[in-house]
Nanobody, 121 residues
């Protein structure tokens, strides 16, 4: 399995911005960002194919979040702006070598430990 490590979380006020980084230990076919609050189901945020840069972003964050890829650094970024309190969650990065639905968390076998994002009013 690949090693995945997230960073960049923190506490910000509503309307603020954060950049999350996801470093993968080697080549991967797809990378996704997911988030989960305690007691709630994990939900997809954004994901991309590293070979084509085809990407998907969920409607709830579209226009505020962007996902990008630095191939040389095996790093995928999630840039978040206009953050809202409802964006408060633990954010996880995941990677996999298989194709499939980018936003389906069942298609990812390598997961990071998560990075906490807290947005206050």
């Amino acid at each position: 399995l690949l090693q995945v490590a997230e960073s960049g979380g923190g506490s910000v006020e509503a309307g603020g911005s954060l950049r999350l980084s996801c470093v993968v230990s080697g080549y991967t076919f797809k990378v996704g960002w997911f988030r989960q609050a305690p007691g709630k189901e994990r939900e997809a945020v954004a994901a991309l194919y590293t070979t084509t840069d085809d990407l998907r972003i969920v409607d709830s964050v579209k226009g505020r979040f962007t996902i990008s890829h630095d191939k040389a650094r095996y790093t995928v970024y999630l840039d978040m702006k206009a953050l809202k309190p409802e964006d408060t969650d633990m954010y996880y990065c995941a990677a996999d070598l298989r194709s499939g639905d980018l936003l389906d968390d069942r298609g990812y076998r390598s997961w990071g430990q998560g990075t906490q994002v807290t947005v206050s009013t």
